[in-house]
């Protein structure tokens, strides 16, 4: 959290460790499954709560002023300047990064890791232990769904918990405006909550990721 933002946006510490910040395992799942993987990853250095990376730059939600039923007090009465400063000198870089990275060859194929968290406030338990997520072009995320479902006692959603296509979110922009295979992965951060089981994780989502991309050909 910058330094300018008063370092928790007025949260108490609690909630800057909930997922209303950020997502809980993902980055050292991604971690993990890009030195499996030789890949590049691209990640925020920053929480979502300043400015979300994953969402379109004319989404309501970009820049969150209540999540989960707790108001994000730094972010209460931001105007649009400073909505035009979050995305200058936050989300724009974040996404230049990846654009950056994947102009240097044409078979480029995106994968987002996120986690969910296993229940919202006054909601249902949320039951799987992964969400596959994808707008209109599926060719990577169907097998990869199609090998997940067959691991024994995994739980498999497709577009669950959140629907797959936000229009102008990182996937639309940096994929599937330009025709480059993708799909995003949300595990359950219950099941990533500690170093180990993000590596286990990382590890298992490798081989099935390659095998989900050969039978694109």
Do not use: C
């Amino acid at each position: 959290m910058p330094g300018d933002l008063g370092g928790t946006l007025g949260l108490p510490r609690e909630d800057m460790a909930r997922h209303i910040a950020y997502d809980v395992g993902a980055l050292g799942t991604a971690r993990a499954l890009a030195v499996a993987l030789d890949a590049p990853l691209v990640h925020a250095g920053f929480s979502r709560l300043v400015i979300d990376p994953n969402r379109g730059e004319d989404d309501p939600t970009l820049l969150m002023k209540l999540y989960d039923g707790t108001i994000i007090p730094g972010n209460r009465h931001a105007d649009a300047a400073e909505r035009t400063r979050r995305l200058e000198q936050y989300w724009r870089p974040y996404h230049d990064a990846i654009e950056r990275l994947a102009a240097r060859r044409e078979d480029v194929v995106l994968v987002a890791m996120h986690s969910f968290t296993p229940q919202l406030r006054g909601r249902p338990p949320r039951p799987w232990h992964v969400g596959i997520l994808h707008a209109w072009d599926s060719r990577l995320s169907d097998p990869l769904i199609a090998r997940l479902q067959a691991q024994e006692g995994l739980v498999v959603g497709r577009n669950q918990p959140y629907p797959g296509h936000l229009p102008g979110d990182s996937m639309h922009r940096n994929a599937l405006m330009h025709g480059r295979h993708n799909t995003l992965i949300e595990l359950r951060s219950d099941l990533i909550e500690t170093a180990d089981a993000q590596a286990e994780w990382g590890a298992r989502l490798a081989p099935l990721l390659r095998a989900a991309l050969d039978d694109t050909d």
